[in-house]
């Protein structure tokens, strides 16, 4: 069946560090979104990609698509304490990854 | 506007008894979900309701029911708790299958569990 699988599972980085998730798909996906939950929260939508290589950014994430739309990258530059919490790719529209937990020491 | 809203917040059964969470979404989406989040899973779909009308099983529904009361409500049924249901559930909706956006708007959460 569809699978979305992340790695890593947790990555705990020093303030200022950055920080790459990684998903990928079995199969090619239509579009892929990814979300954050903060420990104890729920998940917040952050952005969609759609298109084959695409490249989004938001402040200090940047978010990939890959070429073949079988995988996506979520990359935080210089991570801050208020990037903890748990980052969720989604594709299928509703299977999501198990999710890259990011621990942050001030 | 209040989003997505879950009721109770925390819930603690003994197994066996039954249970419905409640969700409500004020913002005029088409489908909601029901997935629960368990340490190490992330999160899977236990029904889904694309339309008002309409409800379809998602990757675990065993031991589960809902219902799609109105266009803003969509419940989830335990009726017979077992521990393996120990878990937190959350209610999800967005706009209609039809729009290329997928984003999803997740309630608070209902943190259940089964002695």
């Known amino acids: 069946g569809q699978q979305v699988m992340q790695i890593p599972q947790y990555q705990h980085v020093q303030e200022g560090e950055d920080f790459t998730t990684y998903c990928n798909s079995s199969t090619t996906l239509s579009n892929i979104q990814w979300y954050k939950q903060r420990p104890g929260g729920h998940p917040v939508f952050l952005i969609q990609?759609?298109?084959?290589?695409e490249v989004k950014k938001q402040k200090r994430l940047t978010f990939q698509f890959g070429e073949a739309k079988k995988n996506s990258s979520l990359h935080i530059t210089a991570t801050q304490t208020t990037d903890v919490g748990t980052y969720f790719c989604g594709g299928f529209k509703t299977i999501f990854g198990a999710g890259t937990r990011l621990f942050v020491k001030a | 506007n209040a989003g997505v809203t879950q009721t109770p917040k925390f819930q603690v059964l003994k197994t066996g008894q039954s249970m419905t969470l409640q969700c409500a979404q004020d913002m005029n989406h088409n489908s909601m979900y029901w997935y629960r989040q368990d340490p190490g899973m992330g999160l899977r779909l236990i029904y889904y309701s694309a339309s008002e009308g309409t409800t379809d099983k998602g990757e675990v529904p065993n031991g589960y029911n809902v219902s799609r009361l109105n266009k803003r409500e969509f419940s989830l049924r335990l009726e017979s708790a077992a521990p393996s249901q120990t878990s937190v559930y959350f209610c999800?909706?967005?706009?209609?299958?039809?729009?290329?956006?997928?984003?999803?708007?997740f309630g608070p959460g209902t943190r259940l569990t089964v002695t």
């Open positions: 990609l759609v298109k084959s290589g």
């Open positions: 999800a909706s967005s706009e209609s299958p039809s729009i290329s956006s997928y984003e999803q708007y």
